[in-house]
């Protein structure tokens, strides 16, 4: 969560400046702060964050208040509670003043309402101060209060949204300040939060379809290997410690739990390590576009993977397209919502700059980035060559979102399936094993 940070500074001349930065630490605010004192040549006296306090009055009456507000310092509060006639306040800071990025649930509870209440008439000021009294969640109460405190006072709308990108997200931030400049909000809004619950479908849908199925077997493989290496072998010995023959299938997993018992760090950590090496990898840019590239052609599941990114590009690209001023901000803003670094680096790198270089036509730019199907193009073109391309637009991806969610729901069903068998499977040949032990019988006495 980013913070708001105030610095003071000084000119060789002894003049004393004060600016206001927003970052995500102080030290980032630091890099930020000596980027401008050394473009102006100047000294840096002091850097606070803005912070919350909690103050106690005791009124002239016997009543009690306790209120919280956030300041710069100790005496800002002071200052203020003073100005309101309130004196001999104790004032300390929160202790634990950490910010937490709001539920997406709530952000979308409020988007909800704010485009009903928009429908409704209602003064866009109006509704941030009602829902921003009802909002449970603190982060997204300060924040609505402070954009609502910000537009009062004349500031523009997506300048003051972009700012809160980290408490609403890159691209509901980036909608919401588009509304501000569209001449009807509720259908911006409306449309921002069928992508929000969209997106969220298809999140849910991936974890089901990917997730949970990895998770299961990963826990199944580790109680298999907790059962073969620890638990079976106590057993299994005690026959050996009366010269008994075991069984084939006994002796075998006898065997393999002794290897194991030997070798498991080094086995460990041949698949650990690549694991977490590929991980990080794919954390960097040209990680994620090689993981995203490769994700989509990977079979049964990339190719909803790479639909979803369809649908979600023109879902995007329809709510902007009626509001937005061109069709580059446009393109761009669908390009970074698409959920596929592969899709976004080649819309970005390929289609932009044919359009802004070249002045290709929006339907064979994006048929050079390669990243889209023929039906897909053919359908925009018609759209375009009719006038009508918000209209094909929404067709896509209302059409693409009926394809994922039967697909997706088969798949889910169908890797449900193939898990019970698997699970099944492991669980009859430990029973199998586990119940060889009880064929062995110890030799008659005098034998």
Known sequence: MTREYRYSAKSPEGKVFQGILVAESKKAARRKVDAVISKHQLNLVSLQPKKDFIYHVKLPNGKKVKGKQSAYSKQEVATALQAIGYRNARIEPVLLDIKMKPPFQSILMFINLASFLLKEKMSFDKILRILAEDEPNATLRETLKKIEGELKKGKEGEVVFNRYADVFGKFPAYMMGLATKSGNMSDVYEATAKFMERDMEYRKSLKKALLVPIVTVVLMIGAVLYYVIDIFPKTA?????????????????LQMSDFFAANWIWMFLVV??????????????????????????????????????IEIFFRVFSAIYAGAENNIETIQASAEACRNAYIEE??????LPLMLKDGMPLVPALHKAEVFNRSTLNRLKTGTESGNVLQSAQQIASFYEQEITYKMANLIESIQVIIGIFIGIVITLLTIVSSEIAMVSPPAPGI
């Not at 010995?237 to 997993?253: C, E, H, I, N, S």
């Not at 954390?283 to 993981?291: F, K, L, S």
């Not at 080649?346 to 289609?351: E, R, S």
């Open 237 to 253: 010995r005690l026959f050996l410690k009366f010269d008994m023959d075991v069984p084939p299938m006994t002796a075998a997993t």
């Open 272 to 309: 650990a390590i690549p694991v977490v090496v590929v991980v990080f990898w794919w954390r960097t840019p040209r990680g994620m576009v090689w993981r995203d590239k490769h994700l989509i052609k990977l079979p049964i599941m990339g190719h909803l993977l790479h639909k979803g990114s």
């Open 346 to 351: 080649n819309i970005k790198t390929i289609t």
